[in-house]
C-alpha cells in the first residue's frame, strides 16, 4: 500500500536547521509530486512547499521563501525538507503529503500524508 | 496570507446530522476547488473530501462537502463517537504565489 514513512523526532537550538526526510513506499515516486506541511502546537496546518518528485521543481509558500529547501532523492524514494535558522516558533509537527499530479501546478490534494515529524526548537 | 475561516467547535449526539462550515474569499474558495481533512487525536490528517464534494475510497458516504460560492460546509449524517476528531478544510489561493491555505480546524465532540 501507499505509504509515507518519516523521520525521527528532533531538538534543534535556535539559528540551526534541521533536515526531515519522508521515504515514500508502494508506488512510483517519481510519478508523483509532494507537498510539506506543519502543524505548531494549537495552531492551524500551514503549507510550506512542494517539489516535483520527477523533476525535482519546487515552489515554496512566500512565509518560508529563503529558509526552505525541498530536495528528493529518487534513488531512495524519499523527499527531505530543510528548514534554516530555526527560532522557537517553528517547534512543530511536520508532515510530508503526497499530491495526485506529478507537476507543480495547483488544484491537487494531499493523500496520504506521513506520520508527522516533531520538531522541537529550544535553547 | 489568506485563511480559511471554521468555527473552533461544533458537537452532536450519535445518530445526529451535523455540519461544519468554513468561510473564505474570492481568491480560493471563490475560484478554486475545497478539500477536507480529518485528523483522529494523535494522528496526522486523512484526506475526507476532495474537489469540493468528491469521496475517496473507503470514505464513509455519511460524510459529503458542498460548497457555495466563497463557503463550503462539511456534513456528517448518522454521527458515530470514531468521527470525534478535528476537521480541517483546505483551498489553493490565487493571490500572492498561489499557495494552499488551511482553516483553523473544527473539534468535534460526540456527545
Known amino acids: 500500500q501507499v505509504q509515507l514513512v518519516q523521520s525521527g523526532a528532533e531538538v534543534k537550538k535556535p539559528g540551526a536547521s534541521v533536515k526531515v526526510s519522508c521515504k515514500a513506499s508502494?508506488?512510483?515516486?517519481?510519478?508523483?509530486?509532494m507537498h510539506w506541511v506543519r502543524q505548531a502546537p494549537g495552531q492551524r496546518l500551514e503549507w510550506m512547499g512542494w517539489i516535483s518528485s520527477g523533476n525535482g521543481n519546487t515552489k515554496y509558500s512566500q512565509k518560508f521563501q529563503g529558509r526552505v529547501t525541498i530536495t528528493r532523492d529518487t534513488s531512495a524514494s524519499t523527499a527531505y525538507m530543510e528548514l534554516s535558522s530555526l527560532r522557537s516558533e517553528d517547534t512543530a509537527v511536520y508532515y510530508c503529503a503526497r499530491d495526485p499530479k506529478q507537476q507543480l501546478a495547483p488544484g491537487g490534494w494531499f493523500d496520504p500524508w506521513g506520520q508527522g515529524t516533531l520538531v522541537t526548537v529550544s535553547s | 496570507q489568506s485563511v480559511l475561516t471554521q468555527p473552533p467547535s461544533a458537537s452532536g449526539t450519535p445518530g445526529q446530522r451535523v455540519t461544519i462550515s468554513c468561510s473564505g474569499s474570492?481568491?480560493?474558495?471563490?475560484?478554486?476547488?475545497v478539500y477536507w481533512y480529518q485528523q483522529l487525536p494523535g494522528t496526522a490528517p486523512k484526506l475526507l473530501i476532495y474537489r469540493n464534494n468528491q469521496r475517496p475510497s473507503g470514505v464513509p458516504d455519511r460524510f459529503s462537502g458542498s460548497k457555495s460560492g466563497t463557503s463550503a460546509s462539511l456534513a456528517i449524517s448518522g454521527l458515530r463517537s470514531e468521527d470525534e476528531a478535528d476537521y480541517y478544510c483546505?483551498?489553493?489561493?490565487?493571490?500572492?504565489?498561489?499557495?494552499?491555505?488551511f482553516g483553523g480546524g473544527t473539534k468535534l465532540t460526540v456527545l
Open positions: 483546505a483551498a489553493w489561493d490565487d493571490s500572492l504565489s498561489g499557495d494552499v491555505v
Open positions: 508502494g508506488y512510483t515516486f517519481t510519478s508523483y509530486a
Open positions: 474570492n481568491s480560493n474558495i471563490g475560484s478554486n476547488y
